[in-house]
């Protein structure tokens, strides 16, 4: 924890930044609020000037809680920081305290107000899905809402570990990965079935019902039945190999193997966990780290570290209550959540995710056996080179600001560059850096939307650029706004981004254009700033740090402009025909198979699709063969 001298110090900034004036008008406004709301359950919201929420909290009773900001006379200083920032609170009612901490969660995650504590880096976990609703069913990786007819099997910890999972399988069991289009479009196996990786069920290698015996055992493995599958398919390889089948026998012996590997691999467990989330918080200083470790059919799937941003006043108990519920807030827990310590309100937890999910949740402590351990371990040492990285980073940006004589310290980069070919495609990126590093979830792309910029036009792509994100930000005190831009190029986009700026009363931001200089080496860039051209030497750290971050995002306006590009190529010509929606272009599609073959029927037999009346007919057939009217 951090000293008390530290905490002192600290402290006596902090009472600095408001005046008692304020906090008596805060006071005020609580105190106020109290008297008008219903005397019930609900969640209460905090407004500063901005008209921006600054704090969300729940209450089991909606006056009581406010009216206790008003009369506490020992509050915390944050909590006196965001009292002092009031300028208005709304207020929620809910049945009960459980619906009031769901609503709080979800308000928090929309909102991020400044004085809660916040789940940074929350992240959408992928899934392995059998898709139902076809012959042969197809297994596949899958991110977003998921259905009741599909088979669903997760989280894991990232998208390797998905991919690595379902490539095993396909070693195992043989299922198609291929979409519905490409699995109708095959005359003959593909290279996936050659290599034995795919059981060919596009051209009939394999018949219905052995494949959905496949598909079953897959799943039996999934939901941990290894042992029995593997014993199962023993038995067959004697069975083969007695009837002197030698080479069924070798691919049921090549397909054990791989059903080995992956159990090892998979680090099968020996202990009680059978599907849970083992969840082991570790705090050092004022930096938190959550480690979650997700179990499913006693196979570990894989761990992901978060880091919650919470003040050095808040406890273990609160900042981990806070995690769980904005974690869940939009994943559906396991039936058990394993933790090293209890959450503050872990009864209230327990009901509200319970209602929230409608199963039974359990949440416990595991004892503190040679698991924990490890899981603790894990998390002390992540957050070790957590707070290096943050020192490392902290000190080049003091050393960036020395440099650029800026007169600060910069804690919120943002990066811009331009990505096209030949004008087409034309995407504007934004990527920001701070003290933790590269901020991926403030990643930006634009689509040039300005019909009248030409090809390569690279200064009027940044103009507009610049002109959308600035436009949204009200002020440089804005938590949202950058303390430093960032652009690539030289004297002209500088210019560009320098007038695009002041037109927008942005006066006091900070430019750096980074010029590629002679030859377009590394170790040669030149720097455009408001206080002329600057060039590091070739071993500074600083430049090494600038070149680091131009890269980034010149790697993400690349990735960026050629997703949009491959997107492009392949989007069919349906997608530009006007009213016809996404029913009649399956309907069509599922017809004739192809656009091509849309283009080269007639009228008539366009007509004829089930779903496609006479007018729709006429405007798909004008526009492949483009005729303004054929009747």
């Not at 933790?339 to 937890?349: A, D, M, Q, T």
């Amino acid at each position: 924890m951090l000293s008390q001298n530290v905490i002192a110090l600290v402290t006596k900034l902090q009472k600095n930044e408001f005046n008692m004036n304020s906090l008596e008008k805060g006071k005020e406004i609580f105190k106020s609020k109290s008297k008008f709301c219903s005397n019930s359950p609900g969640v209460y919201q905090v407004f500063d000037e901005r008209n921006k929420i600054i704090y969300v909290g729940k209450a089991k009773n909606l006056p009581n809680r406010l009216s206790n900001y008003a009369s506490n006379s020992t509050q915390p200083i944050r909590t006196e920081r965001m009292i002092a920032s009031t300028i208005r609170i709304d207020t929620i009612s809910t049945l009960n305290e459980s619906e009031a901490l769901l609503l709080e969660a979800n308000l928090i995650k929309k909102n991020k107000p400044r004085y809660n504590v916040l789940l940074k880096d929350d992240k959408s976990f992928p899934y392995i899905q059998i898709r139902s609703g076809h012959d042969f069913p197809q297994i596949t990786k899958f991110r977003g809402k998921h259905n009741d007819q599909d088979i669903y099997f997760g989280p894991f910890a990232s998208i390797a570990s998905a991919n690595w999972t379902i490539k095993m399988l396909q070693k195992v069991f043989q299922l198609r990965v291929c979409d519905d289009n490409t699995f109708k479009g095959r005359s003959r196996p593909c290279i996936l079935y050659q290599i034995k990786r795919c059981s060919g069920p596009c051209t009939n290698e394999i018949s219905k019902l052995d494949y959905d015996e496949t598909v079953q055992e897959c799943i039996n493995f999934l939901n941990g039945k290894s042992r029995e599958i593997q014993k199962k398919m023993s038995y067959q390889m004697e069975e083969e190999s007695e009837k002197l089948n030698y080479e069924k026998a070798a691919i049921l012996r090549d397909r054990i193997k791989s059903l080995t590997y992956i159990q090892s691999s998979q680090n099968i467990q020996k202990n009680n966990l059978k599907n849970a989330d083992l969840i082991v918080s570790f705090r050092k200083e004022n930096v938190t780290c959550i480690v979650v470790f997700f179990y499913r059919s006693k196979q570990n799937w894989g761990s992901q570290y978060f880091y919650p941003k919470h003040d050095y006043e808040d406890s273990d108990e609160h900042i981990l209550k806070s995690f769980l519920m904005q974690f869940y807030e939009n994943k559906e827990p396991p039936p058990e959540i394993v933790l090293n310590l209890y959450p503050e309100n872990e009864g209230l937890i327990k009901r509200a995710l319970e209602k929230k999910f409608n199963k039974k949740i359990s949440l416990k402590i595991l004892p503190k056996n040679s698991m924990v351990k490890n899981a603790v371990k894990n998390a002390e040492e992540q957050l070790q080179l957590k707070i290096i990285s943050q020192e490392k980073n902290n000190n080049l940006l003091a050393l960036l600001g020395e440099k650029f004589k800026l007169n600060f310290t910069p804690s919120l980069i943002e990066v811009y560059d331009n990505s096209h070919n030949q004008g087409d495609s034309n995407i504007g990126a934004l990527i920001a850096f701070g003290k933790d590093g590269f901020i991926k979830n403030r990643y930006r792309k634009f689509n040039i939307k300005n019909t009248n910029i030409k090809s390569n036009d690279d200064y009027g792509m940044m103009s507009e650029v610049i002109h959308r994100r600035f436009s949204k930000i009200h002020s440089l005190s804005d938590d949202n706004a950058p303390d430093l831009l960032l652009i690539d190029g030289g004297k002209g986009q500088y210019s560009v981004v320098r007038n695009k700026l002041n037109d927008l009363g942005f006066h006091d931001l900070k430019i750096i254009a980074i010029s590629k200089g002679k030859e377009r080496n590394k170790g040669n860039e030149k720097f455009i700033t408001d206080d002329g051209n600057i060039q590091l030497e070739k071993n500074d750290p600083v430049l090494f740090l600038m070149q680091r971050i131009r890269d980034e995002a010149h790697r993400f306006a690349i990735t960026t402009h050629r997703k949009k590009k491959s997107k492009k190529m392949f989007k069919s010509p349906l997608e530009e025909i006007d009213g016809i929606g996404s029913k009649r272009k399956k309907a069509l599609l599922s017809h004739f198979g192809s656009a091509k073959a849309i283009e080269g029927a007639s009228l008539d037999d366009i007509k004829s699709v089930e779903g496609i009346n006479e007018s729709s007919a006429i405007k798909i057939y004008n526009f492949f063969h483009k005729k303004k009217n054929i009747l």
